[in-house]
Every structure is written in C-alpha cells, then in structure tokens.
C-alpha cells in the first residue's frame, strides 16, 4: 500500500520569505501522480500543484515550486515570497496514475504567516 | 469550469437519526466518486469509492451498514449515515474525477459536509 509522510506538523514563516514543506512517500508503482493541496480555515480543497512521476522537471505554480526526487520518493513544496493568505493546511497527496484512483494523504503540515 | 456540489454544508442531528449527504458532479459525469472523512485537525482518510450503477467498495474498518452509498446516476452519489451516534461527527468530503482515461486525471473535491451528531 502506499504511504505518505509529512515530517513537520507545523511551520511558520514570515510574510516575503520563502518556506519548504516536506514530504516523502513510498510505492512500488513507477507511474503515479503527487499533489500539495491547501486546506484553509473553510475547509475546501484547493490544488496549489501537482507531478506527474514520469516527467523529471520538477512543476513550478508562480510562488509555488516543488523539488521533486523520484529516487529518494521525496516531494518538497517550496513556497516563495510568503503571503498572509498563504496559511493553512498543507496536504501532501499520491494518487495512482490509473483513471479513478483515490487520493492517499500526508497527516498534513500547518503553516502560519507572520506578519 | 467543472465542479462538484455537496450538500448539506452542515448538519446537526440527533443521535439515532439517518443523514444523508448528497455529492453531484456539475458539468461532467463521474462514474466514480470517493467518499472522505476528516477528523479534527487530521488527514482525510478514504471511506469508500462510490461506484455508478454497482456496489460500493469500502475500505478496511468502514462500516457498511453504518455508511449507506448509492451512486444511482453518472453525476450524483450519496453517503447515508445511519443511525448516527457522537463518534460519527466529522467533516465528510467527496470527490470525483474528471474525464474517463487515463491522461485526464484532474478530480475535484466538494466544500465538505460538517456533521455534529448530539
């Protein structure tokens, strides 16, 4: 079964400055997709990026980035030039690359901004 | 764009009571949907996949009885809590995949259904 971990449960930063969230994750499956979705005070899911393991350039969203290492199954997501609007709920998510395949989740980091 | 409705948004029930949350696919037709369940300051954790026109297939530790799905159409699936105690009060989430081969694999999530049993 896939897992996946996310090693900081909580993280700040201070508005301007940039932060990197961890994230690692195991499978034997060689294609599959990886997810950062951001979960604020409402609750609603909101893609903030998304991998696809076959490709080896890692995605960049405007502020947000991901460092991605197939081989070591590690998927960081770097947010640059941090805004107020940026604190939430961080999950870390795999998802088979099949059509309809669920998602499986990190336990989720909690970033908070600092003015 | 594609999204996808759940309703209700929130709802509080007395205990022993069934309740019912509706997930629909606007725009597009999901014969799949996943049913999530979220606890306070947790991850999302798979309930069930939610199969259009078949059973349900339920995750390990899922209660049948207890959560009711029925996906009786392309763009509507339903998680029925039955007989509702305290410890089933969570924030329920659904979601449904866009597109119907591998390649297009965008899914959306609904806004959530926070259920408060008392």
């Known amino acids: 079964a896939q897992t996946v971990t996310q090693s900081q449960p909580e993280m700040s930063v201070q508005e301007a400055e940039t932060v990197t969230l961890s994230c690692t994750y195991d499978t034997s499956e060689s294609d599959y997709y990886l997810f950062w979705y951001k979960q604020p005070p409402s609750r609603q899911m909101i893609l903030v990026i998304r991998q696809e393991a076959y490709k080896q350039q890692n995605a960049t969203e405007n502020r947000f980035s991901v460092n991605f290492q197939k081989a070591a199954k590690s998927f960081s997501l770097k947010i640059s030039d941090s805004q107020l609007g940026d604190a939430a709920m961080y999950f870390c998510a795999y998802r088979r690359s099949n059509y309809g395949q669920n998602f499986v989740f990190g336990p989720g980091t909690r970033l908070s901004v600092l003015p | 764009g594609a999204v996808v409705s759940q309703h209700p948004s929130r709802v509080i029930c007395k205990s022993g009571t069934s309740v019912k949350i509706e997930c629909r696919s606007l725009?597009?037709?999901?014969?799949?949907m996943f049913w999530y369940r979220q606890f306070p300051k947790k991850s999302l954790m798979l309930m069930a996949t939610s199969n259009e026109g078949s059973k349900a297939t339920y995750e390990q530790g899922v209660e049948k009885d207890k959560f009711l799905i029925n996906h009786a159409s392309l763009t509507l699936s339903t998680l029925t809590v039955t007989s509702a105690h305290p410890e089933d009060s969570s924030f329920y989430i659904c979601s449904a995949p866009l597109g119907s081969f591998p390649g297009v694999n965008i899914q959306y999530f609904g806004a959530g259904t926070r259920l408060s049993v008392l």
């Open positions: 725009d597009f037709q999901a014969t799949t």
